[in-house]
Structures are given as structure tokens and as C-alpha cells.
């Protein structure tokens, strides 16, 4: 009885902390490549930087079916842009899996 009660609050633990980590969320910013502008990845990788709270702050971009195609326009210059999508922290970083994208 202790371990089922135990693997119950387990999985209601995790349960928690997925849905906590994944809010959706807009953006509106610059969009840039992060190793070719900024200079933060080995590899190329979409990004975009917002200002929150008088801050720089850097979402990098998951690969999807909306954020395709945008690294042909960011590597090579920044892109005035706005993003919405799901945010969550790995590693440290902030990612966006966005589910809406709009560049200028």
C-alpha cells in the first residue's frame, strides 16, 4: 500500500511540472541566428531576443512545421518579428515551440 501510494504521488508530481513548464506565450522581437549574430551556439540555430524588464532576453527556436523556413532569413540578417508558441527552459535557455509566427 506505501509503494502505490507513493507511485501515485509520484506521477502527480511529474504530472504537475509538465504541464507548470509549458505555458504558451507571445513574443515580440528580433529574430537572428544565435551562432552566426550572437554568437551563443556551435551551430546554427533560430532565436529570438525580446527586452523583459529592461533585459535582453534570448527564446531559442524549435524546429516545427511554422518555424520552417526562417533560418533563410535570419542568418544572414535580423528579422523585426512576433512569435507565440510554448515556452520552456532547458538547460538553462529559454525555447519557444511556436504555434503562430510573423515576420516584417
Known sequence: ???????LAA?????LVSTASAEEKSLKGEGLC?????????????AIRVEENGKKVVYYIEKNDVSKGL?????????????KGKVTEKEGKKWIALSKLETK
Open 1 to 7: 500500500m506505501k509503494k502505490l501510494v507513493t507511485l
Open 11 to 15: 506521477v502527480a508530481a511529474i504530472s
Open 34 to 46: 544565435a551562432k552566426c549574430a550572437l554568437k551563443q551556439t556551435s551551430k546554427c540555430q533560430d
Open 71 to 83: 533560418h533563410d532569413k535570419v542568418c544572414s540578417a535580423t528579422v523585426e518579428m512576433e512569435a
